[in-house]
């Protein structure tokens, strides 16, 4: 099972990038960056004390006349863990890769750094990408993105649609990897979200909902927002498996049917937000639940 983490919202709004507030054109890809700096720390690029510890030397990106920002930040907190931040809204237009010969992906990608360490300490590294694969697969799944879409910058200035710059290319080779290995993981962690999404070898196998109780016998939680401009018919838009109706907001939580591709669920407006991303309280066949609204079209 692919391993779940927490993305943190926090915005940098102090940064230029943040306070011009353009949205890209459209979104066709992902750029990942590494920091070209020996500090693993995130507390260097953000300034969260409480969560990362304080920033040395008020070097954070979130202060005026700081020409840059990407949409995410993967590195280690104050307790040396692994986190992943959210420093722009998903759609800005970032300024994460500048320009080359054929243009910006900065009008067309999302793009994230990971925090460089001194390149020499392999479970950094393991711990490090396993969270970006995650990432891709998170971004990924939010666009209809396909692993093959993800890009190092030095390969998206190989392109003509970044500047000249080595990363993370240069740390992938110093740990005998490269970056068709970093898609080959994005896949990995897509599969893996898709397995869950349709209930995993245990639903089709045996009829398990996860919780150990048939479907029949789960209720949904109580929805925590409504909107209602989310009311309305959707839609399931999956473009193979079905859709796991969950009793709650999240892919640990228990199934309670599945809902085939191209079949229709009616929202009331209630929903539940997890790391920013909208579970939708629907009614579907007589069953109501939660279902991932990056796999519902509205009609």
């Known amino acids: 099972m692919t391993m779940e983490y927490k993305i943190i919202k926090h915005y940098l709004t102090k940064n230029g990038c943040y306070k011009a507030g353009k949205k890209r054109t459209s979104t066709t890809g992902i750029v990942k960056h590494s920091t070209g700096a020996n500090n693993p720390y995130l507390r260097r690029y953000i ?22 920002c990407v949409h995410f930040f993967i590195g280690l907190d104050k307790n040396g863990d692994i986190a992943i931040y959210q420093t722009l809204p998903l759609d800005y237009r970032c ?6 010969s054929k243009g910006s992906y900065n009008n067309t990608h999302v793009q994230y750094e990971i925090c460089e360490d001194g390149l020499a300490d392999a479970k950094y590294f393991e711990k490090a990408f396993a969270a970006a694969a995650w990432l891709d697969a998170y971004i990924c799944r939010q666009y209809g993105l396909k692993a093959s879409a993800v890009v190092s910058h030095k390969e998206a200035h190989e392109k003509g649609y970044a500047s000249n710059h080595g990363d993370c290319d240069h740390w992938l080779k110093k ?31 045996s009829g398990s909902n996860g919780s150990g109780a048939s479907p029949g016998t789960v209720k949904p939680e109580a929805a925590k927002s409504k909107d209602p401009k989310l009311a309305g018919t959707y839609t399931v838009a999956t473009k193979t498996d079905p859709l796991a109706l969950r009793a709650g907001a999240g892919t640990g939580k228990a199934k309670i049917a599945s809902l085939a ?32 609204c990056g796999y519902l079209k509205k009609q």
């Open 175 to 205: 740990q005998g990897k490269t970056m068709a290995w970093a898609r080959a993981k994005a896949q990995e962690a897509i599969s893996g979200a898709k397995d869950e999404k349709a209930g995993g070898v245990g639903d089709k196998s």
């Open 95 to 100: 300024w994460g890769c500048g320009s080359g």
């Open 261 to 292: 591709k191209g079949s229709t669920v009616q929202c009331y407006g209630y929903y539940t937000a997890v790391s920013g991303i909208k579970w939708l309280l629907v009614t579907a066949n007589g069953k109501t639940g939660f279902v991932h």
């Open 47 to 68: 300034d969260d004390p409480d969560g990362l510890g304080k920033n040395i030397g008020n070097n954070h990106w979130n202060m005026a006349g700081i020409a840059k």
